[in-house]
């Protein structure tokens, strides 16, 4: 149909793509082994925390026992390998795991506490619906020629950096000496591997490396130090399947129907917007990692699947999904951007949704080993997104609009936080997840900055460059 054509279209966003990296298997292809498949899709998974920490957010927020949080987070899980499938499947078929989301997760706890928790799954419902549309629409396509490299990178930049900020707090902890000692032995652990083990069974423990390291020092040497929380595992059941609407129905039949509500659906799509916004910039950053061209068919295809994993997230009682920067740094560090290896990651994710047990094993890793991992693969996001700005045309405008982005994207959300918190609340969830996420405020004085610098000025700027680089040649 050629209402739907864009979804296919091979136009790429930026007029030359850059070339960051080449991965060792590439967004098609399989490792050479079912376990060798194995190594790398779990390792992808002991990065991902987020769905075992934000659902507890929203549930304390709504009023959920211990024990409905903890059945929180296993649909949680559960659904994120569904809408990580569809992603990697009939989405934008990129390796990217999807899970939820931080925006997502601000945005539901306010709404849930001043409109209760039925209004506040009817909006997360009808804005998973809102999200779909606007992919299957195109309308993405419109930021093609307001999304260059330059912003691109400093958007990228930005993700790493934001992300590897919450890595150190994790490290650092209680700031106790115990932390420190695990966080050391996490960094030597993965550049011995990564440096001395490339030559050692084809490089399958290079590429391994954080799989290893977490569990050689998160597992076997904390636990021999008694930093595992074994009772945590055991608690937990072996089996639990998520049952369909257990936190209540569109309709009022059963007495739990989700109440529309405009104030609450306004709230909730700003957190679709947030993540929408955030998830440009993630592909983006795949697509420079993976070796791939950044095409207009992935914004689309990719938000349209975004709205249909959160559609049906909500239908097992979970939070809506987006894509997770993390996995981008793995494959940066690892250089293995196969999807098949991230499709078998959510078939994993489902098993640890599904079997409790299992997952608690990975909750139960002391923070700080996860947080030095963090740190590497952040580091490596931060280095993508480098090489991206100095793929750009080297311009005044550029130069001014990569530092200018930077510098706010940073500086803002640290100001208004520990300085004007008693008036941000006051404003409205989209301006406040503008002013407090890094990524979607650089996002957004990245897109406003290019129109202004490379579209209004676009001219007076260029004629002033040449009119230099005549005087310097006439001297």
């Given at each position: 149909m050629k209402l739907f054509s864009h979804l296919k279209s091979d136009e790429s966003v930026w007029?030359?793509?850059p070339q960051i990296s080449k991965p060792e298997l590439g967004i098609d292809e399989k490792p050479n082994t079912w376990w060798?498949?194995?190594?790398?899709?779990?390792?992808?998974?002991?990065?991902?925390?987020?769905?075992?920490?934000?659902?507890?957010?929203?549930?304390?927020?709504?009023?959920?026992?211990?024990?409905?949080?903890?059945?929180?987070?296993?649909?949680?899980?559960?659904?994120?390998?569904?809408?990580?499938?569809?992603?990697?499947?009939?989405?934008?078929?990129?390796?990217?795991?999807?899970?939820?989301?931080?925006?997502?997760?601000?945005?539901?706890?306010?709404?849930?506490?001043?409109?209760g928790a039925g209004a506040m799954w009817g909006a997360v419902f009808v804005g998973a619906i809102v999200q779909m549309i606007v992919g299957l629409t195109g309308i993405l396509g419109l930021l093609k020629k307001y999304f260059p490299i330059s912003v691109a990178g400093a958007v990228v930049i930005n993700i790493g950096v934001s992300l590897g900020l919450i890595s150190i707090t994790w490290v650092i902890g209680d700031g106790s000496s115990m932390n420190f000692y695990l966080a050391l032995l996490t960094f030597l652990s993965v550049f011995f591997l990564q440096v001395y083990c490339r030559k050692i069974a084809n490089g399958i423990l290079s590429r391994g490396s954080i799989f290893f390291s977490i569990i050689l020092v998160g597992i076997v040497i904390s636990g021999i130090m008694g930093q595992v929380d074994w009772s945590l595992v055991q608690s937990k059941a072996w089996f639990a399947f998520p049952p369909l609407f257990p936190w209540g129905t569109p309709w009022a039949g059963n007495g739990m129907g989700w109440?529309?509500?405009?104030?609450?659906?306004?709230?909730?799509?700003?957190?679709?917007?947030?993540?929408t916004v955030e998830s440009i910039g993630d592909y983006a950053a795949t697509c420079a990692v993976a070796g791939e061209d950044y095409k207009v068919s992935h914004m689309n295809r990719g938000i349209f699947s975004e709205g249909l994993g959160s559609?049906?997230?909500?239908?097992?009682?979970?939070?809506?999904?987006?894509?997770?920067t993390q996995n981008i740094g793995v494959i940066a560090t690892t250089k293995i951007a196969s999807r098949f290896v991230v499709q078998v990651a959510a078939v994993i994710l489902g098993l640890y949704g599904l079997i409790p047990k299992f997952g608690a094993l990975i909750v139960a890793i002391p923070q700080p080993v996860?947080?030095?991992?963090?740190?590497?693969?952040?580091?490596?996001?931060?280095?993508?997104?480098i090489q991206l700005v100095g793929?750009?045309?080297?311009?005044?405008?550029?130069?001014?609009?990569?530092?200018?982005?930077?510098?706010?994207?940073?500086?803002?959300?640290?100001?208004?936080?520990?300085?004007?918190?008693?008036?941000?609340?006051?404003?409205?969830?989209?301006?406040?997840?503008?002013?407090?996420?890094?990524?979607?405020?650089?996002?957004?004085?990245?897109?406003?900055?290019?129109?202004?610098?490379?579209?209004?000025?676009?001219?007076?700027?260029?004629?002033?460059e040449m009119d230099a680089e005549m005087d310097e040649v006439h001297q």
């Amino acid at each position: 149909m050629k209402l739907f054509s864009h979804l296919k279209s091979d136009e790429s966003v930026w007029e030359k793509n850059p070339q960051i990296s080449k991965p060792e298997l590439g967004i098609d292809e399989k490792p050479n082994t079912w376990w060798e498949t194995l190594l790398y899709a779990w390792q992808h998974t002991l990065v991902d925390t987020s769905p075992f920490v934000l659902p507890l957010v929203v549930g304390t927020a709504i009023g959920f026992t211990p024990v409905q949080n903890a059945t929180f987070i296993s649909f949680n899980l559960f659904a994120t390998a569904i809408a990580t499938l569809l992603q990697t499947s009939i989405g934008n078929r990129l390796p990217l795991v999807q899970g939820t989301s931080a925006v997502h997760t601000g945005t539901m706890a306010s709404v849930g506490r001043m409109f209760g928790a039925g209004a506040m799954w009817g909006a997360v419902f009808v804005g998973a619906i809102v999200q779909m549309i606007v992919g299957l629409t195109g309308i993405l396509g419109l930021l093609k020629k307001y999304f260059p490299i330059s912003v691109a990178g400093a958007v990228v930049i930005n993700i790493g950096v934001s992300l590897g900020l919450i890595s150190i707090t994790w490290v650092i902890g209680d700031g106790s000496s115990m932390n420190f000692y695990l966080a050391l032995l996490t960094f030597l652990s993965v550049f011995f591997l990564q440096v001395y083990c490339r030559k050692i069974a084809n490089g399958i423990l290079s590429r391994g490396s954080i799989f290893f390291s977490i569990i050689l020092v998160g597992i076997v040497i904390s636990g021999i130090m008694g930093q595992v929380d074994w009772s945590l595992v055991q608690s937990k059941a072996w089996f639990a399947f998520p049952p369909l609407f257990p936190w209540g129905t569109p309709w009022a039949g059963n007495g739990m129907g989700w109440p529309i509500v405009g104030g609450a659906v306004l709230g909730i799509m700003s957190g679709y917007l947030g993540s929408t916004v955030e998830s440009i910039g993630d592909y983006a950053a795949t697509c420079a990692v993976a070796g791939e061209d950044y095409k207009v068919s992935h914004m689309n295809r990719g938000i349209f699947s975004e709205g249909l994993g959160s559609a049906i997230a909500v239908v097992f009682g979970a939070m809506p999904k987006t894509s997770y920067t993390q996995n981008i740094g793995v494959i940066a560090t690892t250089k293995i951007a196969s999807r098949f290896v991230v499709q078998v990651a959510a078939v994993i994710l489902g098993l640890y949704g599904l079997i409790p047990k299992f997952g608690a094993l990975i909750v139960a890793i002391p923070q700080p080993v996860i947080g030095a991992v963090f740190v590497i693969v952040c580091g490596s996001i931060v280095v993508s997104g480098i090489q991206l700005v100095g793929s750009a045309k080297q311009t005044t405008s550029n130069t001014t609009l990569v530092g200018t982005i930077l510098i706010i994207s940073f500086g803002t959300p640290v100001y208004v936080k520990n300085q004007m918190g008693e008036w941000l609340s006051t404003l409205s969830p989209f301006i406040q997840t503008v002013l407090t996420n890094e990524v979607v405020l650089a996002v957004v004085v990245g897109v406003a900055l290019n129109i202004i610098l490379n579209h209004i000025f676009k001219g007076k700027l260029e004629e002033d460059e040449m009119d230099a680089e005549m005087d310097e040649v006439h001297q």
